[in-house]
């Protein structure tokens, strides 16, 4: 769906827990979903991606579920870090549209050591 | 890194003002994104080119336009400068037209005064 920007939704996460940020997509019809990690003053950086013909995939500490049926993302942090505190952006596009992203509005993960 | 980068890194500039924000992509990448991202609108797609052409346009107003050169790399105009023009505005790169990554830049940051 279209990113609404304005209030961040937060989560706080104790060190060493599991995180779990969730991510509602509009367009049924998008093939392609992306999670991003964006720091204060940075760009957005690549975490996982998934494609719409699987339901899940994994990569180091990180793990992407797709559900199509209620056309709903979530990343899951295992052994959450203090490096892992950032504001986090599901984003999904078709490439029959050109592969141009439509972002979430994001979540805002803190780390408490 | 991700291999894209931006120049420059901050602008400030008065209402009325023109500015351009240039893009480098990733080697070997023939596809560059622009996005806006401020804070009442989150991250918003703008516009994207490939190998020299346009390909898709998101919501860019008439008074910004882009370009991108033989070298592939990206140049975003804009004009006629308002308040609200002021934001981040990032850069992504992707290999081929569709349904890959994107890497972003380290981003402008744009202030209108």
């Known amino acids: 769906g279209e990113s609404v920007g304005l209030h961040l939704p937060t989560l706080s996460v104790q060190e060493g827990d599991n995180s779990i940020i969730n991510c509602a997509y509009s367009n049924s019809a998008s093939d392609y979903f992306i999670w991003y990690k964006q720091e204060s003053g940075k760009g957005p950086q690549f975490i996982i991606d998934i494609r719409s013909n699987m339901d899940k995939r994994q990569g180091q500490r990180v793990t992407v579920l797709l559900n199509k049926t209620v056309k709903h993302l979530s990343l899951q942090i295992a052994a959450t870090q203090p490096g892992d505190s950032a504001v986090y952006f599901c984003a999904e596009t078709r490439k029959a549209a050109g592969n141009k992203l439509t972002f979430g509005g994001g979540t805002r993960v803190l780390v408490k050591p | 890194d991700s291999g894209v980068t931006q120049t420059p890194k901050h602008l400030i500039t008065a209402t009325g003002q023109r500015v351009t924000l240039r893009c480098s992509p990733r080697?070997?990448?023939?596809?560059v994104y622009w996005y806006q991202q401020s804070l009442d609108q989150g991250l918003q797609f703008l516009i994207q080119y490939y190998n020299g052409e346009e390909r898709a346009k998101g919501n860019i107003l008439e008074r910004f336009s882009a370009q991108q050169f033989p070298d592939l790399h990206s140049e975003l105009n804009l004009s006629s400068l308002e308040l609200g023009d002021s934001a981040l505005y990032f850069c992504?790169?992707?290999?081929?037209?569709?349904?890959?990554?994107?890497?972003f830049g380290p981003g402008t940051r744009l202030l209108v005064l």
């Open positions: 080697s070997g990448d023939l596809s």
């Open positions: 992504a790169s992707s290999v081929d037209l569709g349904g890959e990554t994107q890497y």
